[in-house]
Nanobody, 114 residues
Framework: EVQLVESGGGLVQAGGSLRLSCVVSGVSIDEYSIGWFRQAPGKEREGISCLSSSDGSTYYADSVKGRFTISSASAKNTVYLEMETLKAEDTAVYYC???????WGQGTLVTVSS
């Protein structure tokens, strides 16, 4: 069974940084593309980043491009999302998930105060 467990959310001031972690079990991240989604209050869930297991290519939504960086540590089977220059509109529940949307973590709340 594939399981994803996020951590690292919290409260941060606008302009600050946070790093989210996603520990993956049940499958190697070298074989399964993992990404990050988010859902802000009253809004639809948005796919914001994906890391391809096949070639290491990355995808970023325009809303986070240049501010967020996805990376991984194979030895820890963990995917990270480094978030910088955070804005109030980044406030959301952030989910680690397979890039195909089939497997989801429980989510971690990020709140950015302005």
């Amino acid at each position: 069974e594939v399981q994803l467990v996020e951590s690292g959310g919290g409260l941060v001031q606008a302009g600050g940084s946070l790093r989210l972690s996603c520990v993956v079990s049940g499958v190697s991240i070298d074989e399964y593309s993992i990404g990050w989604f988010r859902q802000a209050p009253g809004k639809e869930r948005e796919g914001i980043s994906c890391l391809s297991s096949s070639d290491g290519s990355t995808y970023y939504a325009d809303s986070v491009k240049g501010r967020f960086t996805i990376s991984s540590a194979s030895a820890k089977n963990t995917v990270y999302l480094e978030m910088e220059t955070l804005k109030a509109e980044d406030t959301a529940v952030y989910y680690c998930a397979s890039c195909d949307g089939l497997v989801w973590g429980q989510g971690t709340l990020v709140t950015v105060s302005s």
